[in-house]
């Protein structure tokens, strides 16, 4: 049985979420499946030691329209590149006709895939519900990333409070202001020794800096240098992620961490409840179920409130 698994969103943090219903389906047919996914969801790197994945296909679409998989002769060249794999089965984590005529054209017999030309839908509900349908089982929401033992660094000093900032962010309305992230490093170090991991990019080489640039940066490593497989078990060591609605958060909660997630400028109800690990602050004047992509509450969310919460998670 030989089975492919369809998922072209694009960030970390979508990848992490449809884990649960990759390990089921690789479970229910007892063999490790194949993924087709796109590169920044860096599951080359997250599932790296995950026995669940026989192989990570590279899906390569762009929003140029100009890329290897793009137009026709994208169309045709993926679907022989999978028709070269003989698969038996394929689960289609969306609802484009293109991935329906993809898999055809590969000559795959069995085709699940949602409703065609859904347009809006929640990602862990759609995911679960589509999953559940066709392996007829409960399948729990909580995502788990594997990391070989002889991976996971040595624990930290447990003299110190070791913390991960999630500063960055896909975009600007999706992230708490710099300066709130140094005072509350600040104040923490404060009440108890504390050691922070920066977690962020090339694109976050700025935010990074002023962290590093202040008084607390003496307190901070940056994650700017290294790669995701790399920073994962440094984050399996800490005692807690504060941060913005980003693929760390997610990263950090399938890792097995308590997570203050701050939700700025996405859905709540869509990437916030899902895992037992993450607790969540809106913007004040918002809900959980009012948050949307367009909140841009950024300037509202309360710092005494994260100061509050994530004292009360590190105890």
């Keep these: ?97 293109r991935y329906y005529l993809i898999s055809k054209y590969a000559g795959i017999k069995k085709i699940m895939q949602y409703p065609l030309f859904r347009k809006n839908d929640n990602i862990v509900i759609s995911a679960k519900i589509f999953t559940e349908e066709y392996l007829d089982e409960i399948i729990s929401t909580q ?73 607390i940066g003496i307190n901070c490593m940056s994650f700017k240098d290294l790669k995701i497989k790399d920073a994962m078990p440094i984050i399996k060591n800490c005692n807690l992620y504060i941060g913005n609605d980003t693929g760390w958060l997610h990263i950090a909660s399938a890792l097995g961490l308590k997570c203050l997630a701050l939700f700025m400028d996405s859905p709540v109800m869509a990437y916030g409840k899902y895992s037992k690990n993450i607790s969540v602050i809106v913007p004040e004047g918002e809900t959980e179920e009012s948050t949307t992509h367009d909140t841009l509450g950024g300037d509202k969310i309360s710092f005494s409130l994260v100061y509050e919460k994530t004292l009360k998670l590190l105890n």
């Excluded at 594997?146 to 999706?174: M, V």
């Design 1 to 97: 049985m030989k089975v492919l698994v369809i998922q072209p969103k694009i960030g970390m943090g979508d990848m992490v979420i449809y884990l649960p219903y990759i390990h089921a389906i690789s479970k229910r047919y007892k063999t490790p499946v194949s993924l087709l996914v796109k590169k920044n969801s860096r599951a080359d790197e997250i599932l790296q030691d995950d026995d669940c994945v026989r192989e990570i296909i590279f899906l390569e679409r762009s929003k140029e329209k100009n890329d290897n998989h793009d137009g026709f002769f994208g169309f045709i060249k993926i679907s022989k590149e999978i028709k070269t794999r003989n698969f038996d089965k394929v689960f289609i984590f969306n609802s484009s006709l």
């Design 143 to 215: 995502p788990k990333i594997i990391l070989k033992e002889n991976k996971i660094q040595e624990p930290f000093d447990k003299s110190q409070k070791h913390i991960c900032i999630g500063l960055s962010a896909s975009g600007p309305t999706k992230r708490w202001g710099i300066n709130n992230y140094i005072n509350l490093c600040e104040k923490l170090n404060e009440k108890f020794p504390c050691k922070f991991y920066l977690a962020g990019g090339k694109n976050d080489e700025d935010l990074i800096n002023q962290i590093i640039n202040s008084k």
